[in-house]
């Protein structure tokens, strides 16, 4: 029979889970600059930045205010997810985790019972300051979750496509990642779960990924059959599933970079162009980012390549299509994007940053082949970049720390990489502070829950609208949705995707941030600021 988009759907088993009901909106804002009617939160929301200019060789700092409309659809569809890479570790470990979550499971393990839970997810785990108690004046905090109306992971119907036909219990096992007590408990609706056959140009991946490409779209690469394949893929899951909105997520093998050549991948139109001519330098990660673009589904790229090509974001800009990436920062990467931030924003000058890691997963296996790995040194080198930038008074212009990032492939280690990181910096008067990391970072399980962040927040700003206020009355645009590129997600991501000419913003503590705070913007609420002169002035 041939495999077809079986799914985990929300109606699997009872749900003894946490409740995943249609969310209603959780708490109320009391502000004549917020309304709520029956599907919507309409905010009236001022900006407030600070524009500088030189003047005379000295600053200038001017208050600015830019008022906007926000518009939250609070509607919250039934929503699939289909991965790309499906049948890899972590496709099979998010499956698993949410099927594990939405039956409410337990399971043995050497240390006891395990409860089935979202850890390691922003959106699911953390909690956000909505504001501070008005009798007590101490801080109120809510789960992120509960910010605005959110999709629950619980129902989130999953599948997707590999280029290995294993089911999802046969590749959970493979993958080596969950305990026997869960394996076992979600077998059975795992085992029901067949990736759909996906697109595989061997030159993409390391040569050692040949034996698992049982499971390819046949064809020839010149046409768009392969796009349309995909855009047929995703049609029928959405119709087989009663869905009213998909989001496709690559979590499959990291490729090399494509090369960047004018009238290939420059333009939408030539890299339209380009694929009909079946052109060797497009990726399967960019057909099917072309696919979901002309899907008008979001497309969000978890590994380091470069699937969006200038001419993938000029696509998805004329068709005002979401895409989001690159590269999930799950552990060495997250800790380094806080920790440099911490060094350096404490006026310690980072002179030397050593990276290493050893893991003994396929995607350790892919990237023992170097041009595999060079797509994954580039994330992870980048990262410190623009904190580095931001320091004048430790860095000249152009200095930069040392950084080096090095991965092995060590089988025995499976999914548990080790990473060791040395930091090195300069302090007061000459001395020095040597920073040595052991981080062992279990991949799988600290990549899933951002794999869901990833598509929560994703579904989420679908359904958020702007439009600048008019400040003499005079007729504004329409609402409007944010730009293209979602560069919120960058707090998922080691190499945030931005739109073009805009900056990247690393550290991690700004991004969580800065998506908190836009969400609150959607309320009609000011940035959290921590100031809290409340405490301070009295
Ligand atoms: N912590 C993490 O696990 C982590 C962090 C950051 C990035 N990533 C990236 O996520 C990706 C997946 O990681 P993983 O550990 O699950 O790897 P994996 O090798 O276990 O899974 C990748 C899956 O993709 C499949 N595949 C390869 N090419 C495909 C194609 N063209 N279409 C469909 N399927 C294809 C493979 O058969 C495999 O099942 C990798 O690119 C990795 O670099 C992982
Ligand atoms: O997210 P992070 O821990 O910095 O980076 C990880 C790398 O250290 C690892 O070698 C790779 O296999 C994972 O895909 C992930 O990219």
Same mark, same amino acid.
């Given at each position: 029979?041939?495999?077809?988009?079986?799914?985990?759907?929300?109606?699997?088993?009872?749900?003894?889970?946490?409740?995943?009901?249609?969310?209603?909106?959780?708490?109320?804002?009391?502000?004549?600059?917020?309304?709520?009617?029956?599907?919507?939160?309409?905010?009236?929301?001022?900006?407030?930045?600070?524009?500088?200019?030189?003047?005379?060789?000295?600053?200038?700092?001017?208050?600015?205010?830019?008022?906007?409309?926000?518009?939250?659809?609070?509607?919250?569809?039934?929503?699939?997810?289909?991965?790309?890479?499906?049948?890899?570790?972590?496709?099979?470990?998010?499956?698993?985790?949410?099927?594990?979550?939405?039956?409410?499971?337990?399971?043995?393990?050497?240390?006891?019972?395990?409860?089935?839970?979202?850890?390691?997810?922003?959106?699911?785990?953390?909690?956000?300051?909505?504001?501070?108690?008005?009798?007590?004046?101490?801080?109120?905090?809510?789960?992120?979750?509960?910010?605005?109306?959110?999709?629950?992971?619980?129902?989130?119907?999953?599948?997707?496509?590999?280029?290995?036909?294993?089911?999802?219990?046969?590749?959970?096992?493979?993958?080596?990642?969950?305990?026997?007590?869960?394996?076992?408990?979600?077998?059975?609706?795992?085992?029901?779960?067949?990736?759909?056959?996906?697109?595989?140009?061997?030159?993409?991946?390391?040569?050692?990924?040949?034996?698992?490409?049982?499971?390819?779209?046949?064809?020839?690469?010149?046409?768009?059959?392969?796009?349309?394949?995909?855009?047929?893929?995703?049609?029928?899951?959405?119709?087989?599933?009663?869905?009213?909105?998909?989001?496709?997520?690559?979590?499959?093998?990291?490729?090399?970079?494509?090369?960047?050549?004018?009238?290939?991948?420059?333009?939408?139109?030539?890299?339209?162009?380009?694929?009909?001519?079946?052109?060797?330098?497009?990726?399967?990660?960019?057909?099917?980012?072309?696919?979901?673009?002309?899907?008008?589904?979001?497309?969000?790229?978890? $590994? +380091?390549?470069?699937?969006?090509?200038?001419?993938?974001? /000029? =696509?998805?800009? %004329?068709? &005002?299509?979401?895409?989001?990436?690159?590269?999930?920062?799950?552990?060495?990467?997250?800790?380094?994007?806080?920790?440099?931030?911490?060094?350096?924003?404490?006026?310690?000058?980072?002179?030397?940053?050593?990276?290493?890691?050893?893991?003994?997963?396929?995607?350790?296996?892919?990237?023992?082949?170097?041009?595999?790995?060079?797509?994954?040194?580039?994330?992870?080198?980048?990262?410190?970049?623009?904190?580095?930038?931001?320091?004048?008074?430790?860095?000249?212009?152009?200095?930069?720390?040392?950084?080096?990032?090095?991965?092995?492939?060590?089988?025995?280690?499976?999914?548990?990489?080790?990473?060791?990181?040395?930091?090195?910096?300069?302090?007061?008067?000459?001395?020095?502070?040597?920073?040595?990391?052991?981080?062992?970072?279990?991949?799988?399980?600290?990549? $899933? +829950?951002?794999?869901?962040?990833?598509?929560?927040?994703? /579904? =989420?700003?679908? %359904?958020? &609208?702007?439009?600048?206020?008019?400040?003499?009355?005079?007729?504004?645009?329409?609402?409007?949705?944010?730009?293209?590129?979602?560069?919120?997600?960058?707090?998922?991501?080691?190499?945030?995707?931005?739109?073009?000419?805009?900056?990247?913003?690393?550290?991690?503590?700004?991004?969580?941030?800065?998506?908190?705070?836009?969400?609150?913007?959607?309320?009609?609420?000011?940035?959290?600021?921590?100031?809290?002169?409340?405490?301070?002035?009295?």
């Amino acid at each position: 029979m041939a495999p077809h988009a079986e799914i985990a759907n929300g109606d699997g088993p009872a749900n003894n889970g946490v409740s995943s009901s249609t969310q209603k909106v959780a708490f109320k804002v009391n502000s004549p600059n917020v309304e709520y009617t029956d599907n919507q939160i309409r905010s009236k929301y001022t900006y407030y930045t600070t524009e500088v200019s030189k003047v005379n060789g000295q600053y200038v700092a001017v208050p600015k205010e830019t008022k906007y409309d926000f518009s939250v659809d609070t509607k919250v569809p039934k929503m699939g997810m289909m991965l790309v890479g499906l049948g890899g570790n972590n496709g099979t470990t998010v499956t698993a985790g949410i099927i594990a979550n939405r039956r409410g499971l337990s399971w043995q393990t050497r240390r006891g019972e395990q409860e089935a839970n979202y850890y390691g997810s922003l959106i699911m785990g953390s909690t956000v300051k909505l504001g501070t108690d008005a009798k007590t004046h101490k801080d109120v905090n809510i789960p992120f979750h509960d910010l605005l109306p959110m999709v629950h992971p619980n129902d989130i119907v999953i599948g997707g496509w590999d280029i290995s036909k294993l089911n999802l219990a046969e590749a959970m096992d493979r993958a080596q990642v969950l305990e026997p007590g869960l394996k076992q408990l979600v077998a059975k609706e795992m085992a029901s779960m067949v990736p759909l056959p996906s697109i595989y140009y061997p030159d993409f991946i390391a040569a050692n990924q040949e034996k698992r490409a049982d499971n390819v779209i046949e064809g020839t690469k010149a046409s768009m059959a392969h796009v349309e394949k995909i855009r047929q893929d995703i049609r029928d899951f959405k119709a087989a599933n009663n869905l009213d909105r998909v989001i496709v997520q690559w979590t499959a093998n990291t490729e090399r970079f494509s090369a960047l050549i004018d009238g290939v991948n420059d333009t939408a139109d030539n890299l339209l162009k380009a694929i009909e001519n079946g052109h060797e330098e497009v990726s399967p990660s960019t057909v099917f980012a072309v696919a979901c673009i002309l899907e008008n589904t979001p497309f969000i790229n978890g $590994s +380091p390549q470069n699937t969006f090509v200038p001419g993938a974001v /000029e =696509l998805a800009e %004329r068709h &005002k299509a979401f895409v989001g990436g690159d590269d999930f920062k799950s552990g060495q990467t997250k800790m380094k994007s806080a920790l440099v931030d911490f060094l350096i924003n404490a006026g310690i000058k980072l002179t030397s940053v050593a990276s290493y890691n050893h893991l003994g997963n396929n995607d350790g296996k892919n990237l023992s082949e170097q041009r595999q790995f060079r797509s994954k040194e580039i994330s992870k080198s980048n990262v410190i970049d623009d904190m580095v930038e931001a320091n004048t008074v430790l860095y000249a212009p152009g200095e930069k720390p040392d950084h080096t990032v090095v991965i092995k492939y060590m089988p025995a280690v499976g999914d548990d990489k080790r990473a060791l990181d040395e930091y090195y910096a300069e302090i007061f008067l000459g001395g020095h502070q040597t920073i040595s990391l052991f981080n062992v970072c279990e991949d799988s399980l600290l990549a $899933s +829950p951002l794999i869901i962040d990833l598509v929560l927040i994703t /579904e =989420l700003f679908t %359904r958020i &609208k702007w439009k600048a206020a008019s400040t003499d009355g005079a007729a504004t645009k329409d609402f409007e949705g944010f730009h293209s590129v979602l560069s919120v997600l960058s707090y998922m991501l080691k190499a945030p995707l931005t739109p073009p000419g805009t900056p990247v913003v690393n550290a991690l503590a700004k991004q969580r941030s800065a998506l908190i705070n836009i969400m609150r913007g959607c309320l009609g609420l000011q940035p959290e600021s921590d100031m809290t002169l409340e405490h301070k002035l009295f």
